[in-house]
């Protein structure tokens, strides 16, 4: 999980609340993704069609709802965002096909490094 993420979290209180909170993800124009939280799912997805939503959005139309996973309450939702915001494209593609969500996170590339021979 990203450190952004993990501050964020800790500063959050933990409270329940009377309405449960969800994942969704969306596909963009492009193809690529957008993951997102919210308590009204089809507001939010009205919101990003007509470009009101967020900036990625707005810059990728259209949208199409993919995957929804209610979550319960606001803080386990940020969780799982991180979490599957964290994993590869492959994994996405498997969680948004029905598959498990259980996939591994990307691996951030490795630079190369000049090797000091003998």
């Given at each position: 999980?990203?450190?952004?993420?993990?501050?964020m979290l800790r500063?959050?209180?933990?409270?329940e609340?009377?309405?449960?909170w969800s994942l969704?993800?969306l596909?963009?124009?492009?193809?690529?993704?957008?993951t997102g939280v919210?308590?009204?799912?089809?507001?939010r997805f009205?919101?990003?069609e007509?470009?009101?939503?967020?900036?990625?959005t707005?810059?990728?139309?259209p949208v199409?709802l993919?995957y929804?996973?209610?979550?319960?309450?606001?803080?386990?939702?940020?969780l799982?965002e991180?979490?599957v915001?964290?994993?590869?494209?492959?994994?996405k593609?498997?969680?948004?096909a029905?598959?498990?969500?259980?996939?591994?996170?990307?691996?951030?590339k490795?630079?190369k490094?000049?090797?000091?021979?003998p």
């Amino acid at each position: 999980m990203k450190p952004r993420y993990r501050s964020m979290l800790r500063k959050m209180e933990v409270r329940e609340t009377a309405v449960p909170w969800s994942l969704y993800i969306l596909r963009c124009g492009d193809g690529s993704f957008y993951t997102g939280v919210t308590t009204d799912i089809e507001r939010r997805f009205r919101e990003h069609e007509k470009g009101k939503a967020s900036r990625y959005t707005r810059t990728h139309q259209p949208v199409v709802l993919v995957y929804r996973e209610m979550c319960g309450s606001r803080s386990q939702a940020l969780l799982r965002e991180c979490a599957v915001k964290s994993l590869g494209r492959q994994a996405k593609e498997d969680l948004v096909a029905g598959g498990t969500a259980g996939g591994r996170p990307k691996t951030p590339k490795r630079r190369k490094t000049a090797s000091t021979g003998p």
